[in-house]
């Protein structure tokens, strides 16, 4: 809900706070005091367009900061706009867009009025109403009709793509055909690159590699104190007393072990010092593979792994398009089942939406009716739309008869301001226990009514705001007697410039604020007697029906 506005130099307001209150939160003022420059000021809060005429004569910049409370976190909305038409948009300190601001605001607030109806003016919102009105009924149809609608788009969207892909990979049999053979006939593997380099460097190196091997074998084989022949002494020697201990036994077989060892490793050694396992034409042989697989790593990837992941997918693509007419085929089929299925989902969801469009039309219907609108007729109207979408194939529009023989016209096309404020207003009576927005203003909502009618009005407000946080702008006592919280507009003039100020009333000043809107100017013991009686009478209706 919103706590708190501040409102500096905008229009005729220099400098005004307000703090609201949770509730019906009752706006009044003379004629031309400045109630619609206040509602205006709210609106550039909530993201509506800035314009350089709402800075105040004289002044630099106006700026408007509103604070709210938003499930519990505390969010601050701030505009600023200068006299050169500068806008400033803020979300809790941070410079935002205008966008950004009003998606955040969207969370907050929504404003009905004369000019202001967006949301209820917005076809696109009517399905939302239909289908937030049953929501955990019309889950599984929305579930499952989603399900289908991704399977559908996924399969539709692979056939585009080899459909697309076919001439462009007709060209390309000949190039990666090329590429494949090349790639194959090179017999490449995994780890040959660094196996080939580790042999080029011992080929490169053969010279000091058996001289090393040649003294480290004369060391363990050559002579009568060689070193295998010392170890072999010490083993057989060890092995006539291993079998006086578990110890002595342990220490055999690891000498015993190391013995065996170094043997093989003396015959590797041998081999290696007699030059066995070199010969002189590897060396270019190893240099000529390894700058056969650098080739291949310029055209194809940076080592052997890629190259071959490279070669496994253009053979996929090379048996795609060889294939093409088969694989073409297979997606058509599977692309008309799952639309066969996704149509049948899709008509599970229209069927549902219409049952519950049927079931929402009446109950806000009824309420109209409660709202003096005795002839009308509301019908939310779901038509198939020209497409189908990840929402359905629905469209939902409001249609509406306010007076006898006229047939049912758009909600945008044919009620007035105040019209649409009293119809929102019966909407949000009926929607109000799932509707997230916490804040509800109203503006012009008691165009063109009086007497009973607005004293339902007022009923209507203080049942919504057991749910939501109302503001109101009124002219009518009624209305302004139902409020748990009244504030008052006025204008006075300093040093030749106007001002409006806005000031929380009293419970004798909200009695006196009721009088003059009975009696006018003139506040007399009679209309306070009246207007403290209308109070009394309001606040005991609410009672009587249930709301606070």
Do not use: W
């Amino acid at each position: 809900m919103i706590d708190h506005i501040s409102i500096s130099d905008f229009a005729i307001i220099r400098n005004t706070e307000i703090d609201f209150e949770d509730g019906l939160n009752i706006i009044t003022g003379e004629t031309g005091s400045g109630k619609s420059i206040v509602i205006e000021a709210v609106s550039l809060a909530l993201g509506s367009r800035a314009d350089s005429g709402y800075v105040r004569h004289g002044a630099k910049k106006a700026r408007v900061q509103l604070q709210a409370d938003l499930d519990g976190e505390e969010v601050i909305l701030s505009r600023e706009v200068s006299a050169a038409g500068k806008n400033l948009c803020r979300v809790n300190g941070e410079l935002v867009t205008r966008g950004r601001i009003a998606e955040e605001a969207r969370k907050i607030a929504d404003i009905h009025g004369q000019y202001d109806n967006v949301s209820l003016l917005d076809p696109e919102r009517h399905l939302t109403l239909v289908d937030q009105f049953h929501k955990a009924e019309i889950r599984p149809y929305l579930d499952a009709f989603r399900e289908a609608y991704h399977a559908y788009r996924e399969i539709r969207l692979k056939l585009e793509k080899l459909v697309k892909d076919e001439r462009e990979n007709r060209r390309k049999i000949d190039f990666y055909t090329f590429e494949l053979k090349e790639i194959n006939e090179a017999d490449l593997r995994p780890e040959e690159e660094e196996e080939l380099s580790d042999r080029l460097s011992v080929l490169k190196n053969s010279e000091k590699i058996f001289a090393a091997a040649g003294a480290a074998s004369s060391l363990l084989t050559d002579g009568e104190n060689d070193v295998l022949s010392l170890l072999g002494e010490a083993e057989r020697s060890l092995g006539s007393i291993s079998s006086y201990s578990a110890e002595l036994t342990e220490i055999h077989e690891g000498v015993s072990g190391a013995y065996y060892e170094l043997q093989d490793l003396a015959e590797r050694i041998r081999r290696i010092a007699d030059g066995s396992d070199f010969d002189p034409s590897e060396v270019d042989q190893v240099i000529s593979r390894l700058e056969q697989i650098d080739r291949l790593k310029k055209k194809y990837g940076a080592d052997i792994p890629e190259i071959l992941a490279y070669r496994d997918r253009i053979a996929g693509e090379l048996s795609l398009i060889e294939n093409f007419d088969e694989e073409k085929e297979k997606l058509e089929k599977e692309t008309k089942e799952r639309l066969a299925a996704l149509k049948e989902k899709a008509e599970d969801l229209t069927l549902f939406r219409t049952k519950t469009a049927r079931e929402l039309s009446a109950a806000i219907e009824a309420e109209l009716h409660d709202l003096n609108f005795k002839d009308a007729k509301l019908v939310l109207q779901i038509r198939k739309a020209p497409a189908i979408t990840q929402n359905g194939q629905d469209e939902c529009e409001i249609m509406i008869s306010t007076n006898p023989g006229e047939p049912l016209k758009p909600l945008a096309k044919t009620a007035s301001g105040g019209e649409i404020s009293r119809i929102m207003l019966a909407i949000k009576n009926v929607t109000g226990d799932y509707d997230n927005v916490p804040t509800m203003i109203f503006d012009e909502i008691d165009a063109g009514i009086s007497g009973i009618t607005a004293s339902v009005v007022a009923r209507k407000l203080k049942e919504i705001s057991r749910e939501h946080q109302i503001i109101c702008i009124t002219h009518l006592p009624q209305i302004a007697a139902a409020g748990d919280v009244n504030f008052r507009i006025y204008k006075d003039t300093e040093n030749g410039a106007t001002f409006t100020h806005v000031e929380k009333l009293s419970e004798e000043g909200r009695r006196d604020e009721i009088a003059r809107l009975l009696g006018g100017d003139s506040i007399t013991d009679t209309t306070r007697k009246s207007a403290e009686e209308l109070i009394a009478h309001m606040h005991e209706s609410a009672r009587m029906h249930g709301t606070k």
